[in-house]
T-cell receptor, first 116, second 113 residues
Framework: DAGVIQSPRHEVTEMGQEVTLRCKPISGHDYLFWYRQTMMRGLELLIYFNNNVPIDDSGMPEDRFSAKMPNASFSTLKIQPSEPRDSAVYFC??????????????FGQGTRLTVV | EDQVTQSPEALRLQEGESSSLNCSYTVSGLRGLFWYRQDPGKGPEFLFTLYSAGEEKEKERLKATLTKKESFLHITAPKPEDSATYLCAVRGPYGGATNKLIFGTGTLLAVQP
């Protein structure tokens, strides 16, 4: 398996523009997570899905952020409109069924977002 | 509120100088403590999962241990390639939105030759 695949790897956009980040989880994993990483706050969970259904979006900072998972192999995180404070590295991760022992999350390489 | 605190924030070692990283946690009903390694420009890479106090796991020069309040990542005779940020995370109990990992802010380890 190629692991969790994220695109793009780097994104530079102007304030006010719409940004869409993409993720392909590991095949067969039931859970998909979106994290944001900054120097100040470390890794923060934004939202996670179970079998394509959003379970917990309490970490989504505000209504400008939205996430979808239309099928088991694809998810998007959208920011509209983007602001400079959204600049961070965004990670997608996936993990198998929660009640098994092997429930660690596997991370993608991340998307470095810069909003100018 | 579930919380994870890692110390020190940064650690500089000479090659061969053994040391330990600390992860203190508060969570109601621990359902796994996880250690990850993160290299610059990459996503976190899974190292270990510990489930109960007294459990230990080893991988090359790394050994992770767990008590009811904290976990240690012991690094024996480190090499420069062990330089990375080490992240600790916990998962809480069953019920509700329970499959999320709560991360600490990490320890940046630099091993000098």
């Amino acid at each position: 398996d190629a692991g969790v695949i994220q695109s793009p790897r780097h994104e530079v956009t102007e304030m006010g523009q719409e940004v869409t980040l993409r993720c392909k989880p590991i095949s067969g994993h039931d859970y998909l997570f979106w994290y944001r990483q900054t120097m100040m706050r470390g890794l923060e969970l934004l939202i996670y899905f179970n079998n394509n259904v959003p379970i917990d979006d309490s970490g989504m900072p505000e209504d400008r952020f939205s996430a979808k998972m239309p099928n088991a192999s694809f998810s998007t995180l959208k920011i509209q409109p983007s602001e400079p404070r959204d600049s961070a590295v965004y990670f997608c991760a996936s993990s198998p069924y929660a009640y098994s022992k092997n429930t660690e999350a596997f991370f993608g390489q991340g998307t470095r977002l810069t909003v100018v | 509120e579930d919380q994870v605190t890692q110390s020190p924030e940064a650690l500089r070692l000479q090659e061969g100088e053994s040391s330990s990283l600390n992860c203190s946690y508060t969570v109601s009903g621990l359902r796994g403590l996880f250690w990850y390694r993160q290299d610059p420009g990459k996503g976190p890479e899974f190292l270990f999962t510990l489930y109960s106090a007294g459990e230990e796991k080893e991988k090359e020069r790394l050994k992770a241990t767990l008590t009811k309040k904290e976990s240690f990542l012991h690094i024996t005779a480190p090499k420069p390639e062990d330089s990375a940020t080490y992240l600790c995370a916990v998962r809480g109990p069953y019920g509700g939105a329970t499959n999320k990992l709560i991360f600490g802010t990490g320890t940046l380890l630099a091993v000098q030759p």
